[in-house]
């Protein structure tokens, strides 16, 4: 009797460590995801260096260009978290595996908080480097010097200004590329809407990461020192230094 004890208490351990040793690989892919995500930005100013004149139109093209490209890199890292986190459900839950096991309820809440704080980080960093790449006065004199001698400064500038929104918007609109999971699982959630509200849409609208950091206060000042700067040149023909922000 003692042995088949023992036997079966080596079984249980053998077990367990494979269970571990397979929860602690699944765990630590996540982890790496997730520090991509937080060491990422959508603009960075060496994706612009040019010796040549570029206008605002043109620039603000290409940072359509490259954040699209950066954000479907990290719209495919986000996804797979999930297949991930399925994995150690199905070694951790004698459940099927759906996405909502109980037991693994808070650990979907914590991957859900630190894509929300790596997101977050994302739109901050990448605002900073937009206003860098926008204001620095080497890039002041390389994008807006051209051709302001043959037209009139208040038309170039009100395009400037218009160029330089719709770039903020683009990086602040981001986060509405992530749909969230619903509480307790790492399934997408989605509005519940009666089925008169329903006819003509293809699908429910998603639920998005956009509503929680759109109410940021650090991205939200990162917006006032751009928009604040973009007045300073306006009216006063040249870049002035904002004070120190969190965007600054």
């Known amino acids: 009797r003692i ?131 926008l204001f620095s006065q080497v890039n002041h004199q390389r994008i807006y010097s051209k051709g302001v001698e043959s037209y009139n400064d208040q038309l170039i500038n009100d395009a400037h200004i218009a160029q330089a929104h719709r770039c903020t918007r683009l990086i602040t609109c981001t986060p509405k590329r992530f749909i969230r999971w619903m509480n307790g699982t790492c399934s997408e959630a989605a509005i519940k809407l009666d089925e008169d509200d329903i006819l003509g849409l293809s699908q429910p609208p998603s639920i998005t990461y956009y509503e929680a950091i759109a109410r940021n206060k650090y991205i939200v000042g990162c917006l006032v020192t751009i928009y604040r700067d973009l007045i300073s040149y306006n009216h006063r023909g040249g870049i002035q230094p904002s004070p120190a922000t969190p965007c600054g």
Do not use: W
């Open 3 to 133: 042995k088949v004890y023992i036997d079966s208490c080596n079984q249980a351990l053998d077990i367990f460590c494979s269970t571990q040793h397979e929860v602690r690989k699944h765990v630590l892919s996540i982890t790496n995801i997730l520090d991509i995500f937080k060491r990422s930005t959508l603009i960075n100013q060496n994706d612009f260096v040019s010796d040549e004149y570029v206008n605002m139109d043109k620039l603000s093209k290409q940072i359509e260009c490259v954040v699209e490209n950066k954000v479907e890199s990290l719209l495919q890292s986000y996804r797979s978290l999930r297949p991930l986190l399925l994995k150690i459900e199905s070694v951790v839950s004698e459940a099927s595996c759906t996405g909502a096991s109980s037991e693994l309820s808070s650990y979907y809440f914590h991957v859900q908080i630190n894509v929300y704080n790596a997101l977050s980080e994302v739109v901050v960093r990448s605002l900073a480097n937009l206003r860098q790449l």
